[in-house]
Structures are given as C-alpha cells and as structure tokens.
T-cell receptor
Framework: GDSVTQMEGPVTLSEEAFLTINCTYT??????LFWYVQYPGEGLQLLLKATKADDKGSNKGFEATYRKETTSFHLEKGSVQVSDSAVYFC?????????????FGSGTRLSIRP | DAGVIQSPRHEVTEMGQEVTLRCKPISGHDYLFWYRQTMMRGLELLIYFNNNVPIDDSGMPEDRFSAKMPNASFSTLKIQPSEPRDSAVYFC????????????FGQGTRLTVV
C-alpha cells in the first residue's frame, strides 16, 4: 500500500544552519505531496505542498521539490531559526475508490539551538 | 471561519467509562478525518468520511471505537469502554474535495484514561 518514510529525529541544529529532512514515498498513481508542521500543544498545519512532478512547494523559507524519479519530497531551509523548532510531517494523498485520504510519515522533531 | 473545532480539549476518565469526542469541521468541507497521535505509533488515521458517509474505517483499532457523522457540521468519536492504552491526542481534520487540497486540523483532544 501507499506509504511515507521520513528521517527519524530528533534533529538538533544551531540557529542559521542549513536544514534537510528527507522524505520518500511509495504510491500508486500520482499523489499530491505535503509537509505539515506541528508546534507544541497544537494541531498540524500545512507548511507547503506540491501536486505534480517537478513542482516546488515553498513557504516561510522552506522548500521541497516533488521528484517522481526518486519518489522523494525532501524539506529544506537555508537558515533555520529557533522559532522553527517543531515536529515536521511528510504526507501524501492517496486515492481509494472515489475518495481520498492523507497518509502521514512518522514525523521528525526539529530543535534549533540559539 | 473559526477553523475545525474539537471538544473537549482535555479529558481524563477512568478505565471502563464511555468517552465521546466531538468535532465541528469547517463549513463547506466535505471530508472529515479522525486521527490518533501517540509517541509510540505516531499519527494514525482512524476513519474518514466523505459527505457524512464513512469511507474507510480500517484504522479503527477495535470494536470499542465508533464514529458517526449525523450531519455535515458534526462528528463524534466514541470509545466504550475506555482503556488506559487509549490515552492519546485525538485530532479531527476536514478538507474540501479530498486531499488534493489542504487538510485543516483541530487543536486536538488530549485523552487520559486512568
């Protein structure tokens, strides 16, 4: 079945460091891909998305490119801030019958040191 | 719109008691999802609805769990009887036209069964 695999955390970086969180997926058809972020005590919120191959999603300095050939959607940011500390989830949409559902990875906890 | 609204935010109950979690999706959204989040298992999809109809309940852990969506603006997740291993954060999310578009999450209900 469809699945998402993302790098395990926790990931700890210093402020202004470069960030990469790896995400690969397995899916039939052509899913949409998402990154969600969860701040402490809150629900998940969409960070960025890409709906077709070679699309690049971007938001708040974060970027991810839909790579069909490598089935990947890695999250990157050039210079992280303390406020980026959160749990990040990679996700894909999955078609099932005529409806659809979202499948999430296990999440990667990111901590940024001042 | 106020977003997805879940109640209660926190629930503490004794083992064996019935627990009902409530969700009000965003008006106009036609998909509603129930997720459970734990440290051990991450984010699990329990069940989702399309136009108030349950589409996939394969993630519901046992017969003790049931979910209903009597109308487009309300859904419940019930656990009867509750057990300590049900302790988790339960999230409700809604979206328009499935997962090609963003899913909006509520703030979650933290359930503790003692």
């Amino acid at each position: 079945g469809d699945s998402v695999t993302q790098m395990e955390g926790p990931v700890t970086l210093s402020e202004e460091a470069f960030l990469t969180i790896n995400c690969t997926y397995t899916a039939t058809g052509y899913p949409s891909l998402f990154w969600y972020v969860q701040y402490p005590g809150e629900g998940l919120q969409l960070l960025l998305k890409a709906t077709k191959a070679d699309d690049k999603g971007s938001n708040k300095g974060f970027e991810a490119t839909y790579r069909k050939e490598t089935t990947s959607f890695h999250l990157e940011k050039g210079s992280v801030q303390v406020s980026d500390s959160a749990v990040y989830f990679c996700a894909l949409s999955s078609m099932y019958s005529s409806a659809s559902k979202i499948i999430f990875g296990s999440g990667t906890r990111l901590s940024i040191r001042p | 719109d106020a977003g997805v609204i879940q109640s209660p935010r926190h629930e503490v109950t004794e083992m064996g008691q019935e627990v009902t979690l409530r969700c009000k999706p965003i008006s106009g959204h036609d998909y509603l999802f129930w997720y459970r989040q734990t440290m051990m298992r991450g984010l699990e999809l329990l069940i989702y609805f399309n136009n108030n109809v349950p589409i996939d309940d394969s993630g519901m852990p046992e017969d003790r769990f049931s979910a209903k969506m009597p109308n487009a603006s309300f859904s419940t997740l019930k656990i009867q009887p509750s057990e300590p291993r049900d302790s988790a954060v339960y999230f409700c999310a809604s979206s328009l036209e499935g997962s090609r578009t963003e899913a909006f999450f509520g703030q979650g209900t933290r359930l503790t069964v003692v």
